[in-house]
């Protein structure tokens, strides 16, 4: 395991505590399948959430949300769509970004895009 996989964990556990803290319920985290993962799934009152969180130490790749192309959309959709095959419909499914910027001092730096695609 490097630091890289060591950065997106640490990532998901500060995007897990924010979306709890904002009120929502977590109903899963890291649903892998052969072909991806969703990194949480939350419950915000009957809306379903598809939360993609991305991490960066540094802006050196650019801004987290711009690694969330239209294929990595589709993928998600797609995902989604696996996840609730055999569960009652949510009320609605929407797809959030949340971008966690780990501070060399202090809590991250995190964005949140609701709605983001």
């Given at each position: 395991?490097?630091?890289?996989?060591?950065?997106?964990?640490?990532?998901?556990?500060?995007?897990?505590?924010?979306?709890?803290?904002?009120?929502?319920?977590?109903?899963?985290?890291?649903?892998?399948?052969?072909?991806?993962?969703?990194d949480?799934?939350?419950?915000?009152?009957?809306?379903?959430?598809?939360?993609?969180?991305?991490?960066?130490?540094?802006?050196?790749?650019?801004?987290?949300?711009?690694?969330?192309?239209?294929?990595?959309?589709?993928?998600?959709?797609?995902?989604?769509?696996?996840?609730?095959d055999?569960?009652?419909?949510p009320?609605?499914?929407?797809?959030?970004?949340?971008?966690?910027?780990?501070?060399?001092?202090?809590?991250?730096?995190?964005?949140?895009?609701?709605?983001?695609?």
């Amino acid at each position: 395991m490097g630091a890289r996989n060591g950065v997106g964990r640490y990532g998901e556990r500060v995007a897990a505590r924010y979306l709890a803290e904002a009120g929502m319920r977590i109903v899963a985290r890291n649903w892998r399948r052969r072909y991806g993962e969703l990194d949480i799934i939350a419950a915000d009152g009957d809306v379903l959430v598809i939360c993609e969180v991305k991490t960066r130490r540094g802006a050196g790749y650019g801004h987290p949300a711009e690694a969330i192309t239209l294929r990595k959309q589709d993928q998600l959709r797609s995902l989604a769509s696996r996840w609730l095959d055999g569960r009652p419909e949510p009320g609605a499914v929407r797809f959030d970004v949340l971008s966690v910027w780990p501070q060399r001092r202090g809590p991250a730096k995190v964005e949140y895009l609701r709605g983001a695609f």
